[in-house]
């Protein structure tokens, strides 16, 4: 693992091993600074420093030494990857009604210029779009981190529009988070600053009614109003913006919203049944 904590997203660095009679990977931890590398986990090795210094290393040392055939793993992963893609693409491209939460990423990444600023607000709405929103430069991916700290996109969209002023800027809310700082929306119209804004709406705090349903069979307080207009309130304070229901209609609501030219929320109702397929709950 490189330049990544081993936290609740990645097992705490436990990788494998459930299956009866298999062991765990060996993890190696590569982070670019000592007080990064996992002290809590079980490694085989770490390394600690520039990144690129530790890479020119490794290849200059592989390079040295004997060369293993890899064809037969390297032909095992080329297939797997295809599987995954082909799965991603019926979601990518799904016709389900409600809307498929994956269905708003296929519609979006391909509008994404390589410029673009993309930053997530949310929780299960959003971690789709850690599967399928590939930043093309540095900087172009923001979010609050693993702590979460929902409400903190707004702020980060405005900053990351008086920085690049040239650039797409396109802030993921889910609706639970837009209830922290949604009226955000009034600096931006005041001065001026064009947001695109995606949000899936599915009714919930998805990130924990998914979670409470699967661990205890039931769920509670995860329920948020219904199909709620959140772009009728960004109007309010002098954006644009509209509901979609149907997917057909995301792609031509993300143009609408591109060429505006004001903060402008797509307001996306989405299938709350739909959520982000999770290994581990982190506990």
Not at 4 to 9: A, N
Not at 192 to 210: T, Y
């Amino acid at each position: 693992m490189v330049g990544t904590p081993l936290d609740f997203r990645l097992g705490y660095g436990v990788f494998g091993g459930k299956e009866e009679g298999s062991t765990p990977a060996r993890v190696v931890h590569v982070a670019d600074s000592p007080g990064q590398v996992a002290a809590h986990a079980e490694l085989a090795g770490s390394v600690s420093g520039d990144l690129t210094a530790v890479f020119d290393a490794l290849q200059a040392a592989v390079e040295r030494g004997a060369k293993p055939d890899w064809s037969a793993w390297r032909t095992t992963l080329a297939d797997t990857v295809a599987a995954a893609a082909a799965r991603d693409a019926e979601l990518l491209g799904a016709e389900a009604d409600p809307i498929h939460p994956a269905r708003i990423y296929g519609e979006l990444v391909p509008r994404l210029a390589e410029d673009a600023v993309v930053i997530g607000d949310g929780g299960d709405f959003v971690s789709f779009a850690g599967k399928y929103v590939e930043p093309k430069r540095p900087g172009g991916w923001l979010d609050p981190g693993p702590y979460g700290c929902l409400g903190a996109g707004p702020g980060a969209a405005i900053a990351a529009r008086l920085a690049r002023p040239s650039s797409q800027v396109v802030l993921l809310l889910g609706d639970g988070a837009a209830g922290f700082s949604l009226m955000d929306v009034d600096t931006m119209v005041r001065h001026g600053l064009p947001v695109v804004m995606v949000m899936g709406n599915n009714s919930a705090w998805a990130l924990e009614k998914g979670p409470m349903q699967m661990l205890y069979g039931y769920d509670v307080i995860a329920d948020l109003a219904p199909r709620t207009p959140y772009d009728q309130v960004v109007q309010a304070l002098g954006g644009g913006g509209e509901t979609v229901t149907d997917p057909k209609e995301i792609g031509p609501a993300l143009d609408r919203a591109f060429a505006s030219g004001i903060p402008y929320l797509v307001n996306v109702i989405t299938d709350v049944e739909a959520g982000y397929p999770r290994a581990t709950f982190g506990i």
